[in-house]
């Protein structure tokens, strides 16, 4: 879309007269935020963060926050890569309706202003076309495209320097994690959401097994909850065996998201036979119940 568009002057005056410092001030609350609405109304009004009057309710208030607060942990990583790579090339694997996609494209040219390519990848053709729709009418066309695929049989046109992946769920976070170090990417982030292979195994394990973790396995609210816990763990052991630095921290507060562990890993040397182990002996004292990701690795 050209800046110049109609729509977008429209917006960008709305905003201006919304968002005044102090509406900014209470908005943020005091934070340093990389994408406020006084300064990307137009991206923020594609997203649908921001209504036709360049308001911005509660619900968005919310999905607002998650959105900078990701960029904000990203913003370290991405830095370290800018000074080393002249061009870069993202993937967001599992894109859903591309939030995380756009933003990082705008940072890119606006505040970065850094020449970057972004694909996203989703399975759903319909959304495919509903993120190019958004991608246009937020004037991001020239650097961001998207392919409906799998993310398992995605096959990137160009080296890949970071992958990520926000709330792919179940073993499609595990599919972005071996799609990043398949092809080499000197970052891998994710965002996991709803890890049910690991509960799945340990609860055919409850029907034949007797164990110390028995009341565990037996039980599907803790089934699940501690198999959420157990497989990012393995995740992060799995990536220090691939050969990266792991970093696991909160992704928001729980007061926006439950689903609020973000993995980030660097590339930093060659395979780490220990953290390997580590990952056997956990699987090993948690029954024996492993997950998909080893056999991708």
């Not at 410092?21 to 923020?44: F, H, M, N, R």
């Not at 409906?148 to 599919?175: K, N, Y």
């Amino acid at each position: 879309m050209d800046p110049q568009d109609p729509w977008a002057e429209e917006i960008e005056r709305r905003a201006r007269a919304v968002w005044t410092e102090a509406a900014i001030e209470q908005l943020t609350e005091g934070k340093d935020l990389p994408i406020l609405p006084s300064t990307a109304p137009v991206l923020l009004r594609a997203l649908g963060l921001l209504h036709r009057d360049a308001s911005m309710p509660p619900p968005q208030v919310r999905k607002f926050l998650q959105l900078n607060h990701m960029i904000r942990l990203l913003r370290p990583p991405l830095l370290e890569l800018m000074g080393r790579f002249d061009h870069l090339h993202l993937v967001d694997a599992g894109c859903g309706l591309s939030y995380l996609t756009l933003a990082l494209a705008w940072c890119f040219r606006e505040v970065y202003r850094h020449p970057a390519t972004l694909v996203g990848v989703e399975r759903d053709p319909t959304r495919v076309e509903a993120c190019r729709a958004t991608t246009a009418r937020a004037g991001l066309g020239s650097m961001l495209d998207f392919e409906a695929a799998a993310i398992g049989d995605f096959v990137p046109s160009e080296p890949v320097h970071a992958v990520l992946s926000l709330h792919a769920c179940d073993t499609a976070t595990d599919q972005a994690i071996a799609l990043g170090v398949r092809h080499g990417a000197e970052l891998i982030a994710v965002a996991p959401c709803c890890q049910a292979e690991l509960a799945r195994g340990w609860a055919k394990l409850a029907a034949t097994v007797d164990g110390p973790l028995q009341p565990i396995w037996s039980t599907p609210h803790l089934r699940r909850e501690a198999a959420a816990t157990i497989t990012d763990t393995m995740r992060t052991l799995l990536l220090r065996a691939a050969g990266y630095e792991v970093r696991v921290v909160e992704f928001v507060p729980s007061q926006h998201t439950p689903k609020n562990t973000l993995i980030r890993a660097m590339r930093r040397g060659g395979p780490d036979r220990e953290a390997r182990r580590a990952y056997e002996a956990l699987c090993e004292a948690t029954g024996g119940v492993g997950i998909g990701l080893a056999a991708a690795l």
